[in-house]
Structure formats: structure tokens, C-alpha cells
């Protein structure tokens, strides 16, 4: 079994198109979705939900009123500048536990926090393990370990080949959770500037876990100057080019209507491209 | 006033409208530009403003002095994050668990410890003209994103016009980048993905009591959904920038709309004067509240 973790450092690359035609195009595979934040796959899987389960994670703090004697302590201690007027911002709060511990009164609690929901759901291209995090919720590198390590339990179960991955956008916490241990990251970038610098900087993370990574130059001939830097940028640190996606418009048609490029315009351009990306990173 | 612009998904064209707002902005006001997407920070891509001031973002991690340490276990008891481990004759410190909460330090009863600070990335300065960048940029590897964008929310200067660039999405860090704004703009694009992650980010900005509008970038293929979305939600659409190869490749050089393109000048401080009269500020041009068609 083999777990591949698609990622783009900057956002709207194309990225979950790419990983939808991979899921078309793969046999016998589970897909997790590691954008735990704005998860985006289910749009064009049209799953059917099994299994809903609540996340838990973390705590927040709260300070009874009747207890407290305004001694202002923990507004003094909180480094996260979360209690204001003895009252917690729920929203500010890291859970640290420091305002529990110290307050002279034991007014504060510690609640435990329901930060999302994560699901598994039937596709017709294999299972997929997804989730939905609670709005302004932390923790998203943990939930991200959550589905991965679901998808990784489904997929022993399946005796699936390919467990299939979307990554998270950035190089922060859940890209590194949704990273450690994988197989292999395949980069889907952009001719861009920004696409170039962001390019850099996760393919740099993958270099500091060690993991094998290739890259897919999508809408390769918006700017093929900048392309060009891309594939010279990627031969001198050794890491291969899998594939340049031209631009086109049926990438947008097809998400317009909720299908994978492979299925809705199979053979035209870039469905050849992606279909070449993924022999060379389900090898 | 303080204008941040985020949107749920990434690559719908945040950057491009914060640089080019703050350009506009710029040739009739001092602005300032946070960029505050501290993990992918883009706007000086565009800029390209020198930079002359560089200082790190460190967070107090703790060094146990085991001279002064009896082993009680005080420490990893309170640590929430298991970041600091007794074990019978040594402490260990797990730096990239810690987020300097500062709990075992204060708690420990032999005060046998002591904070020193550890680099999670930094914060840059740059100025042209009535233009300034603050730029906060996280460290390869590094997770906390959140005290970087503290740091950088630290420099803003009042006197000036406030752009906020935040991270995609809708956990911590767009959080702690949006407080303390005073209008929120959401970029978006009109697919499904664009929609989902738009009806999330509108979700999160209710959540922080920051009024929000949005701008419908690569518009002109099938935004009736998203039309639809914004008026049930009462949410007002400022400005739509069509979907054109020109803007395109100007953007994949590096070159901003407002130079390569200067007709869209008028139209990002039209969008600027419009969500100032939104929030009470300057004067309420006449018929405001429908949004700028821009073909
Ligand atoms: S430390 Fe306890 S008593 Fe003092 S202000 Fe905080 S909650 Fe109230
Ligand atoms: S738990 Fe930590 S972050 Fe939350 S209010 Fe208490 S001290 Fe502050
Ligand atoms: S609390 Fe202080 S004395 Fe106790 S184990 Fe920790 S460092 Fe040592
Ligand atoms: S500062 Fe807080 S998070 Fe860091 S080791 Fe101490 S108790 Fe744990």
C-alpha cells in the first residue's frame, strides 16, 4: 500500500481537480481529504455519507462568575490575551489549562471542545475519509491525523493499493500532518510568481520530512517562461517534472459540473497529462 | 481604518486584491499592508518594496536548570501539550509541542526554570512613498503560525489605512489575522469550490462579528450561484474582476493590475470608498450599496 499526498504550497493551483481525475483514474484505493479546513473533494465525489463522528479536541477554558472574586490573576498570566473583564474568549483561548491552575479560587473549568465533525462516505471511486472543522477552530493538524489514520485503517481493511491524499494549502501544522509518513507528495504548482515561491518553500518542507516528492505544472503555458524556471529549479535539486497541464477552460467546466476532467472531456489535453502524472506517481 | 481580506479557499486572488488596493490606496493616503498569510507570504511578489527592518518572532520555550530541579514532575503535570517529560533523573523539552503558555515556568516550584526564546520566523518592514509592507514569514517546519501574525499585528500604525492579507481557510490564523477589523473582504470564484469555502469563510467572520463583503474574481463564466448565495445571505457583492487571460499572465509576472492595466485604479478606490462608507467612515457616496460592475 501506497500513500500519496497531493499538495500545492499556494492555494487554487488545481489541486483537487488533479486528485479527483487521480480518483477516477485509480483502481482499488481510499481517499482522504487532508483540507480539513475548506474541504473541497466531497464537491466532485458526490459522496454518500455512512459514518458522521464528532472530533474532540482540546479544552477550553471558563470562569464562573459566582466563583470568581475579580482578582485578576489569570488576566495578568493568559499569554494568549484571552480572558478580558474575567470573562474568556473562547475564540482566543489555546487551552493551555495556565488561568485553571493558578486562579486562588478554582473559578475556572476546563470544558472539553467539539472542533469538527469527520466523516467516512461511499464514492463511486473508493472510500473516502473526510472532515469538516468547526469554524475558527485550532487543532486542524489533529484532525488531519484523525482521517489520515482512518483512511490508513479502511485501506488495510480494503486491501487497497493507493490511499490518495489532498493536501492542505500553506507549509504550516496540517500540511506537516497531513505529510509525516506518506510515500510520496506530488506538488501540483502554477507558472506564477507566487506559484514559484510557494513552490519552494513545500517542496522544502517535504525535503525537511524526508519524503520523496514530484512536481505537476498545471496551466503550464499561462507564462512558459516561468514554467521553464520550474523545471530548472526542480532538475537542479533533483526532483522530477511529471507533468505540464496546458490551461484551459474545461477544467473549470467540469467542476461546474461536479465531475473529474478525466470523465467529463476523457482524452482531450489535459486529461492526457494528468493520466501520464498519475502513472508516473502510482508506480 | 482596518480592512482585511481573506477567503476560505486559496488562489481565488487575495493577494492580488490586497497589493493592488494598497497601490491604489496609496497614491491618496499613507496605507499599510500586513501581509498576514505568514506561511505562503505573496505580497511583495508584487510590490517588491526593498526591505530595510528584519526582526525574529521568538516564543518563550522553558530551559530547565537541573541544578536547582528535584525531578517532582511539576511541569509536565500542568503542560497540556505534553511538551515538557520528568522523567527519574532528567527533563526533557519537546520545543516544536510547546506554545509558550508559560504554565510550567510560573508553576514550578523550585523555580528551576527559566524562558529563552526560540525562532519561529520573522517579521520584515519595507516602505516606498506612502506605501508600507509588514510582512510576517513563518519558518520551514515550524507550526505556530498564530505569534507571527500577532507579531505583525503589533506594527500597525494607526495613522495610516490598514490592508489586512490573511491566510486561506477559516481556523486559527485567519482568526487571529481578522479580529479587530472593521470590514472583512472575501474573495472568491465562481465554481463550486469557490462557493463551499465562501459560504464557510462568511461563516467565520459572523463568528467574529466582522461585517464582510465580496469580490467575485474570474467572474463572467457562471457566478449566478454565488449571486444567489450573497443575496440570501445578505451579503453584498463589491466588485467583480471578469475572468481574462490578460489579467492572468500579468499576475503570473509578477505585475500589478493596477500598473499593467491602470483603468482598474478607479475601480479599487471606488471599492475602498464604498466599504468606508459601509463602516461609518468618510462620506456616503450617492447610491452606494449596489455593488461596481467592472466589464
Ligand atoms: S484568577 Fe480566578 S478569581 Fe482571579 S480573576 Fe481569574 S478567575 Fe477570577
Ligand atoms: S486556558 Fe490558557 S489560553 Fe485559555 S484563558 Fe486560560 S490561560 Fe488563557
Ligand atoms: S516542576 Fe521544576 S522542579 Fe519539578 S520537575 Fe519540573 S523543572 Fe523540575
Ligand atoms: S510553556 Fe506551556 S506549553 Fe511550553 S512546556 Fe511549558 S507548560 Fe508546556
Known amino acids: 500500500m501506497k500513500e500519496l499526498v497531493v499538495l500545492s504550497g499556494k492555494g487554487g493551483t488545481g489541486k483537487t481537480s488533479v486528485v479527483a481525475s487521480f480518483a477516477a483514474l485509480a483502481e482499488n484505493i481510499v481517499l482522504v481529504d487532508c483540507d480539513v479546513d475548506a474541504a473541497d473533494l466531497h464537491l466532485v465525489l458526490s459522496p454518500r455519507i455512512e459514518k458522521e463522528n464528532e472530533f474532540w479536541s482540546g479544552e477550553v477554558a471558563y470562569i464562573d462568575g459566582e466563583e470568581c472574586n475579580e482578582c485578576g490573576l489569570c488576566q495578568k498570566l493568559c499569554r494568549f490575551d484571552a480572558i478580558k473583564d474575567f470573562k474568556v474568549d473562547p475564540i482566543a483561548c489555546e487551552g493551555c489549562g495556565f488561568c485553571a491552575q493558578i486562579c486562588p479560587v478554582g473559578a475556572v473549568d476546563m470544558c472539553q471542545n467539539m472542533a469538527g465533525h469527520w466523516f467516512v462516505s461511499y464514492t463511486k471511486y473508493g472510500t473516502l475519509v473526510h472532515a469538516r472543522l468547526g469554524i475558527a477552530q485550532e487543532n486542524s493538524g489533529k484532525l488531519v491525523s484523525v482521517v489520515r489514520q482512518q483512511a490508513k485503517l479502511i485501506a488495510e481493511k480494503e486491501n487497497a493499493e493507493h490511499i490518495l491524499s489532498d493536501g492542505p494549502p500553506g507549509i504550516g501544522c496540517p500540511v506537516i500532518s497531513s505529510l509525516s509518513g506518506a510515500d510520496v507528495a506530488l506538488v501540483v504548482t502554477e507558472p506564477t510568481l507566487s506559484g514559484i515561491h510557494d513552490l519552494e518553500r513545500v517542496l522544502g518542507v517535504c525535503h525537511h520530512f524526508g519524503i520523496p516528492s514530484a512536481v505537476c505544472i498545471n496551466k503550464y503555458d499561462l507564462n512558459e517562461e516561468n514554467s521553464r524556471r520550474i523545471q530548472d529549479y526542480c532538475s537542479s535539486h533533483g526532483i522530477e517534472v511529471a507533468g505540464r497541464i496546458p490551461f484551459d477552460e474545461v477544467v473549470i467546466k467540469a467542476l461546474v459540473q461536479r465531475l473529474p476532467v478525466v470523465e467529463y472531456s476523457p482524452g482531450c489535453s489535459v486529461a492526457r497529462e494528468i493520466e501520464k502524472v498519475w502513472q508516473f506517481v502510482a508506480r | ?295
Open chain 2, 1 to 295: 481604518m482596518i480592512l482585511s481580506i481573506a477567503s476560505g479557499k486559496g488562489g481565488t486572488g487575495k493577494t492580488l486584491l490586497a497589493t493592488n488596493l494598497a497601490l491604489a490606496l496609496s497614491s491618496k493616503a499613507r496605507v499599510q499592508l500586513l501581509d498576514c498569510d505568514v506561511e505562503e507570504p505573496n505580497d511583495n511578489l508584487f510590490l517588491r518594496l526593498p526591505v530595510s527592518y528584519s526582526q525574529f518572532v521568538y516564543i518563550p520555550i522553558p530551559k530547565v536548570d537541573e541544578t536547582k530541579c528535584n525531578y517532582c514532575g511539576k511541569c509536565s503535570e500542568v503542560c497540556v501539550y505534553n511538551a515538557i517529560a520528568v522523567l527519574p533523573q532528567k527533563v526533557l523539552v519537546f520545543p516544536e509541542l510547546c506554545h509558550g503558555c508559560g504554565a510550567c515556568s510560573y508553576l514550578c516550584p523550585e523555580v528551576a526554570i527559566v524562558e529563552e526564546g526560540k525562532p519561529v520566523g520573522v517579521v520584515e518592514k519595507g516602505s516606498l512613498g506612502n506605501l508600507e509592507l509588514v510582512q510576517g514569514k513563518l519558518n520551514v517546519g515550524e507550526v505556530m503560525a498564530p505569534p507571527i501574525i500577532r507579531a505583525v499585528k503589533k506594527y500597525i500604525d494607526a495613522k495610516s489605512e490598514i490592508i489586512i492579507d490573511v491566510s486561506p481557510g477559516t481556523s486559527c490564523p485567519v482568526v487571529e489575522a481578522v479580529e479587530g477589523s472593521d470590514f472583512c473582504l472575501l474573495v472568491t470564484e465562481p465554481t463550486p469550490f469557490g462557493l463551499n469555502d465562501l459560504s464557510l469563510a462568511v461563516e467565520v467572520t459572523k463568528e467574529i462579528g466582522v461585517p464582510c463583503g465580496v469580490v467575485i474574481n474570474r467572474a463572467g463564466m457562471a457566478e449566478g450561484e454565488t449571486e444567489r448565495y450573497c443575496r440570501e445571505h445578505d451579503v453584498p457583492i463589491l466588485l467583480k474582476i471578469p475572468l481574462d487571460r490578460e489579467i492572468a499572465v500579468l499576475y503570473s509576472k509578477g505585475i500589478p493590475l493596477v500598473q499593467g492595466m491602470p483603468q482598474w485604479r478607479e475601480a479599487f478606490l471606488g471599492l475602498f470608498e464604498n466599504i468606508a462608507a459601509r463602516v461609518g467612515r468618510g462620506k456616503m457616496p450617492e447610491g452606494s450599496g449596489e455593488g461596481k460592475d467592472r466589464q
